[in-house]
């Protein structure tokens, strides 16, 4: 795609939904009968979080298979009703106008969609590059990351994602660089953290670059970031940071991360179709990172990275996410993710023969929350404890490994999820033991 071509679409308003799911409490989705949207509303959000009637609202624009109890939503979050209406009808609207289309119609309608991304990330739209997710962004910012020598040290942890670590060792044959590694605790306190980053930042002189993830995919620990980026810049220590998992379940925009490089996905939990990411520089940075593999340096941050032709339907269908995400509101949503994973983590900590990986400290936790049976951390124990849930109860979830202290199997509600999916999880963990 050429140049001109890099930076989203017309916003469109919600359309009609279908009724709500049989499943769901009918009295309570009764309440808020009427058009399909969902309502707006001034409570609390931790009141909200347990208003069954006004989540079963927000459900019905959902259509997610009943064949499992699905605990897995960390792979990508289902697209609502509205987004899939809107895909499909782009997809055949693109494959009819085909290249006259692409050529004529999709440059101005991408550049809306690109103004519209980036005022819900809270940042200019010149600071953003749309990408197919963040892995895409993330391997860009590390490896265009140019403020690099040999000689230099850069940093990442047993938490971060494994494209990503492997992109930071990479660095050791593009820069010449020395990589160091750190491991966090399995449930680490606030203080914990800032003091593990501490320590690496004071052993490690030549320290120039460090891999934060937002939200960890093996067990769900949210870093400080803000307060790990202040203190590595005080030390002129340059973050990446992964928000694959933060952004669209945790309520914030992308400056309050206090990081000038962020890759984003917006197909996990803002819900756009699967393939939708962005790619954060702060302005002022760009010239920090090489042009992708000869692309012109015109100041761009979308010169710093290149998808080709990108799936327009996908794109054009993100006006759509971004509607029920904000109706929602990304307040509301944190709330409820931290409820239902409050509703399985509380009374599993209780059980003897589970190990939860999940803080009891808000603040640190996500929707998504690991545990495994006490004394079994291999990959195939874990694995087979994987399997067990789902041949016996039914309950469709993965595992992760990658940490220090041992695999894990992985659970993640999302805003669709009704608490007694929840329940059922407790009472199957229960029998475990």
Request: glycine share 8%; net charge neutral.
């Amino acid at each position: 795609m050429d140049g001109r071509r890099r930076s989203l679409l017309r916003a469109g308003a919600l359309l009609p939904a279908a009724a709500a799911l049989p499943s769901l409490p009918a009295a309570g989705a009764a309440r808020y009968a009427g058009p399909m949207q969902i309502p707006a509303t001034t409570v609390a959000p931790d009141v909200l979080a347990r208003d069954e009637g006004y989540w079963a609202t927000v459900a019905s624009h959902f259509d997610i298979t009943d064949e499992v109890n699905h605990l897995e939503n960390g792979y990508w979050g289902a697209m609502g009703r509205e987004t899939l209406a809107s895909y499909q009808r782009h997809t055949a609207e693109v494959n009819r106008g085909n290249a006259w289309y692409g050529r004529h119609a999709f440059p101005a309608q991408y550049m809306a969609v690109h103004r519209q991304v980036a005022d819900m990330l809270g940042v200019g739209a010149d600071e953003i590059a749309l990408t197919r997710g963040a892995t895409e962004a993330m391997l860009a910012l590390i490896g265009g990351y140019n403020r690099l020598a040999a000689g230099d040290q850069v940093l990442y942890a047993d938490i971060d994602y494994d494209s990503m670590i492997n992109a930071m060792r990479w660095l050791q044959q593009r820069r010449g660089v020395q990589v160091e590694r750190i491991a966090l605790p399995a449930v680490p306190t606030h203080q914990q953290i800032l003091q593990a980053y501490d320590d690496a930042f004071a052993r490690l002189p030549h320290l120039k670059l460090v891999l934060l993830t937002q939200v960890s995919h093996r067990h769900g620990l949210v870093l400080p970031v803000a307060e790990i980026a202040e203190r590595a810049r005080a030390r002129g220590i340059d973050v990446i940071v992964d928000a694959a998992h933060g952004f669209g379940q945790i309520d914030y925009a992308v400056p309050d991360l206090k990081a000038d490089f962020v890759g984003i996905n917006l197909h996990k939990w803002i819900g756009a179709p699967v393939g939708v990411g962005a790619m954060y520089v702060r302005k002022g940075r760009v010239a920090d990172l090489d042009p992708y593999m000869g692309e012109t340096d015109d100041g761009r941050v979308g010169s710093r990275v290149h998808t080709g032709t990108v799936n327009f339907a996908a794109y054009l269908a993100l006006p759509e996410a971004i509607a029920l995400h904000q109706r929602i509101g990304a307040a509301n949503k944190q709330a409820r993710l931290r409820y239902l994973r409050e509703r399985w983590t509380v009374p599993a900590r209780q059980m003897a023969h589970i190990d939860v990986l999940s803080s009891p400290d808000p603040a640190l936790a996500s929707a998504l929350a690991s545990f495994r049976l006490r004394g079994h951390t291999s990959v195939e124990e874990n694995q087979a404890l994987q399997k067990r849930l789902l041949d016996e109860h039914r309950i469709f979830t993965t595992h992760r490994d990658g940490l220090d202290s041992g695999a894990c199997v992985r659970v993640t509600p999302s805003v669709f999820t009704r608490p007694a999916q929840m329940d059922a999880l407790v009472q199957a963990l229960a029998a475990l033991g």
